[in-house]
């Protein structure tokens, strides 16, 4: 599909599957009149997955914000959660809406996760836990990671938003860590309108997660917690289901664009990619870039893309320490790597249809 050069360009597009694809799936709803509270599709839709993210527990969320939420719920945990600022609003929101206390760490300035060399300087008596990111895909240090986390007795939970479908050295990343969380909302790699799922270590976190997305409920007579609606819909699971058939061509498609954008800007003095992970099966979800020393600020980088209807995005900016909503609470002066990067990073527009002569023209104009 050729692309008016002239119509905007958006960060990014929503993949969806043939049309009819989808209608075919809806039939037997109207037949059965079963909609949502795990249905037929919830439950075919959790089996492909686990086979296709190659986890082995799995329970899905009607988003990802809440299946992150409620999993930290039923971890039961208390006190402080060291966690890194450079990360979407749901990341602290999740820590903060359980009572818990965020506690920031540094990021590392190569692929912008959680700096393993400053976490457990960080670590106090109250500690429970350390909720890292796998930021634009780029997984953490995983085996460091572990290593602290085990040496204090800390739990691991992983903010997986951004690795649907990645593995390392063949493992599903949703291995890693006491448990992860995986969004498929419209905007990621895959969707299911909106949804998520959170993978986990010990089987008998099951029970707790599908009582806490279900309010609690434990029979037709008994509430034990006070849990959430955190339930996937049928219709999101149909749409999953459906876009699990296409996703490989889907991140197949990513690829060839992200490489021409390596092509282009990789070698530029001043301008920084991300550097590849031969371990790592990536998902090509983001083309992160960094202005460092470049003639241009990354704000003149966006306002000339912008004057050319092209929408880069400015993800993450500001850092979640830096929010009006946690004004006098965190200050962004502990995270000084996040804060720089926050100001010269630009996430440029990366989907399977956008077309190559776009992404040449994207390049010409930041070059
Ligand atoms: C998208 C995203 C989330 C939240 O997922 P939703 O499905 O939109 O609720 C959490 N963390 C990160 C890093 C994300 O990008």
């Given at each position: 599909m050729k692309e008016n050069p002239n119509a905007p360009v958006a960060v990014?597009?929503?993949?969806?599957?043939?049309?009819?694809?989808?209608?075919?799936?809806?039939?037997?709803?109207?037949?059965?009149?079963?909609?949502?509270?795990?249905?037929?599709?919830?439950?075919?839709?959790?089996?492909?997955?686990?086979?296709?993210?190659?986890?082995?527990?799995?329970?899905?969320?009607?988003?990802?914000?809440?299946?992150?939420?409620?999993?930290?719920?039923?971890?039961?945990?208390?006190?402080?959660?060291i966690t890194t600022p450079f990360s979407f609003a749901s990341t602290t929101h999740a820590?903060?809406?359980?009572?818990?206390?965020?506690?920031?760490?540094?990021?590392?300035?190569?692929?912008?996760?959680?700096?393993?060399?400053?976490?457990?300087?960080?670590?106090?008596?109250?500690?429970?836990?350390?909720?890292?990111?796998?930021?634009?895909?780029?997984?953490?240090?995983?085996?460091?990671?572990?290593?602290?986390?085990?040496?204090?007795?800390?739990?691991?939970?992983?903010?997986?938003?951004?690795?649907?479908?990645?593995?390392?050295e063949g493992k599903g990343v949703g291995e890693f860590g006491d448990v992860s969380m995986f969004s498929f909302h419209a905007t990621k790699v895959f969707h299911s309108i909106e949804g998520g799922a959170v993978s986990y270590r010990d089987a008998r976190l099951s029970d707790r997660l599908y009582q806490l997305k279900n309010f609690g409920i434990m029979d037709s007579?008994?509430?034990?917690?006070?849990?959430?609606?955190?339930?996937?819909?049928?219709?999101?699971?149909?749409?999953?289901?459906?876009?699990?058939?296409?996703?490989?061509?889907?991140?197949?498609?990513?690829?060839?664009?992200?490489?021409?954008?390596?092509?282009?800007?990789?070698?530029?003095?001043?301008?920084?990619?991300?550097?590849?992970?031969?371990?790592?099966?990536?998902?090509y979800a983001y083309m992160p870039v960094v202005f460092d020393g470049y003639r241009k600020s990354r704000d003149q980088v966006f306002q000339e893309l912008a004057q050319a209807h092209i929408h880069a995005r400015k993800y993450f900016y500001p850092c979640i320490n830096h929010y009006t909503c946690y004004k006098g609470r965190f200050n962004e002066n502990s995270t000084p790597v996040a804060a720089r990067i926050s100001r010269q990073i630009l996430t440029l527009p990366l989907y399977a249809d956008l077309d190559k002569e776009t992404v040449d023209r994207i390049c010409d104009i930041v070059l």
């Amino acid at each position: 599909m050729k692309e008016n050069p002239n119509a905007p360009v958006a960060v990014t597009r929503s993949s969806l599957p043939p049309l009819e694809e989808y209608v075919e799936m809806l039939k037997p709803l109207w037949e059965s009149a079963w909609l949502t509270n795990m249905g037929d599709y919830h439950e075919a839709f959790k089996e492909q997955l686990k086979s296709y993210l190659k986890i082995s527990n799995l329970e899905l969320f009607v988003n990802g914000h809440m299946a992150l939420e409620l999993a930290l719920q039923a971890m039961e945990l208390e006190g402080e959660v060291i966690t890194t600022p450079f990360s979407f609003a749901s990341t602290t929101h999740a820590i903060v809406r359980n009572g818990l206390e965020p506690v920031f760490c540094d990021i590392n300035p190569v692929d912008y996760t959680l700096d393993v060399e400053k976490l457990e300087g960080l670590i106090t008596e109250r500690t429970s836990a350390i909720v890292p990111v796998h930021v634009y895909g780029n997984l953490c240090d995983v085996e460091r990671i572990q290593q602290i986390a085990d040496k204090h007795h800390l739990k691991v939970v992983y903010d997986a938003a951004h690795t649907f479908g990645e593995e390392w050295e063949g493992k599903g990343v949703g291995e890693f860590g006491d448990v992860s969380m995986f969004s498929f909302h419209a905007t990621k790699v895959f969707h299911s309108i909106e949804g998520g799922a959170v993978s986990y270590r010990d089987a008998r976190l099951s029970d707790r997660l599908y009582q806490l997305k279900n309010f609690g409920i434990m029979d037709s007579e008994r509430v034990e917690y006070v849990g959430a609606n955190g339930k996937m819909n049928e219709f999101q699971a149909a749409m999953g289901i459906c876009n699990l058939r296409h996703v490989d061509e889907e991140i197949g498609k990513r690829k060839k664009l992200a490489e021409v954008y390596r092509q282009r800007l990789s070698g530029v003095k001043g301008i920084r990619l991300c550097p590849e992970n031969p371990k790592v099966r990536s998902n090509y979800a983001y083309m992160p870039v960094v202005f460092d020393g470049y003639r241009k600020s990354r704000d003149q980088v966006f306002q000339e893309l912008a004057q050319a209807h092209i929408h880069a995005r400015k993800y993450f900016y500001p850092c979640i320490n830096h929010y009006t909503c946690y004004k006098g609470r965190f200050n962004e002066n502990s995270t000084p790597v996040a804060a720089r990067i926050s100001r010269q990073i630009l996430t440029l527009p990366l989907y399977a249809d956008l077309d190559k002569e776009t992404v040449d023209r994207i390049c010409d104009i930041v070059l």
